[in-house]
Antibody, heavy 117, light 111 residues
Framework: QVQLRESGPGLVRPSETLSLKCTVS????????WAWLRQPPGKAPEWIGF???????NFNPSLGSRVAMSVDTSKNHFSLQLTSVTAADTALYFC???????????WGPGTPVTVSS | QSVLTQPPSVSGAPGQTVTISCTGH?????????AHWYQQLPGTAPRLLIY???NRPSGVPDRFIGSKSGASASLTIIGLQAGDEGDYYC????????????FGGGTKLTV
């Protein structure tokens, strides 16, 4: 069965770029959507965006042009870049698969990111 | 403020039945988009419980039942167990925000 695991720095300075990678194991990345979500402390999850296996993206409009994603199906991983971060971007970041683009299953265990100087 | 509204908390004794509601709007559940439900136990990632209003992924016990009527959806948990204690979130597509996938504010279940 497919498993996902996030990796990246746990601390990012304000105004810099947050970069995370999600490694997929147990299956190929073709024909599915690959998502990033985040959960601020004590709050509900928030969808950040999708990248389809062919590179087409769809982002949450609330994050505007700050989000970018890339995918490398040959290496079984996809990535998130979030620019100009502020303290409001402090959260637990998750990657997840979506077979239909509507719901998320499974999720990775999450990686905490703190934005602070 | 979430556009999917859930009660902040519900509680029940072991063996009892509880229902968690999720109230949406014309731009999401009311427009016919499906409700999906996730369980988040303490210190873990969310886990898909129900998709497409009432479907259970393999491995999810049939004690978890999803339903939807109009702009509202519900998750019913039959035969509460101590291990069910955690946070529950509904999620849907919202067409007022250009393809956003939105979550409810979450409901904390205490057993």
């Amino acid at each position: 069965q497919v498993q996902l695991r996030e990796s990246g720095p746990g601390l990012v300075r304000p105004s810099e770029t947050l970069s995370l990678k999600c490694t997929v194991s147990g299956g190929a990345m073709s024909s599915d959507y690959w998502a990033w979500l985040r959960q601020p402390p004590g709050k509900a999850p928030e969808w950040i965006g999708f990248i389809y296996y062919n590179g087409i993206t769809n982002f949450n409009p609330s994050l505007g042009s700050r989000v970018a994603m890339s995918v490398d199906t040959s290496k079984n991983h996809f990535s998130l870049q979030l620019t100009s971060v502020t303290a409001a971007d402090t959260a637990l970041y998750f990657c997840a698969r979506s077979t239909t683009g509507t719901y998320f299953d499974p999720w990775g265990p999450g990686t905490p990111v703190t934005v602070s100087s | 403020q979430s556009v999917l509204t859930q009660p902040p908390s519900v509680s029940g004794a072991p063996g009892q039945t509880v229902t968690i509601s999720c109230t949406g709007h014309d731009s999401n559940l009311g427009a016919g988009f499906a409700a999906h439900w996730y369980q988040q136990l303490p210190g873990t990632a969310p886990r898909l419980l129900i998709y497409g209003n009432r479907n259970r992924p393999s491995g999810v016990p049939d004690r978890f039942i999803g339903s939807k009527s109009g702009a509202s959806a519900s998750l019913t948990i039959i035969g509460l167990q101590a291990g069910d204690e955690g946070d529950y979130y509904c999620q849907a597509f919202d067409n007022s925000l250009t393809g956003s996938r939105i979550f409810g504010g979450g409901t904390k279940l205490t057993v």
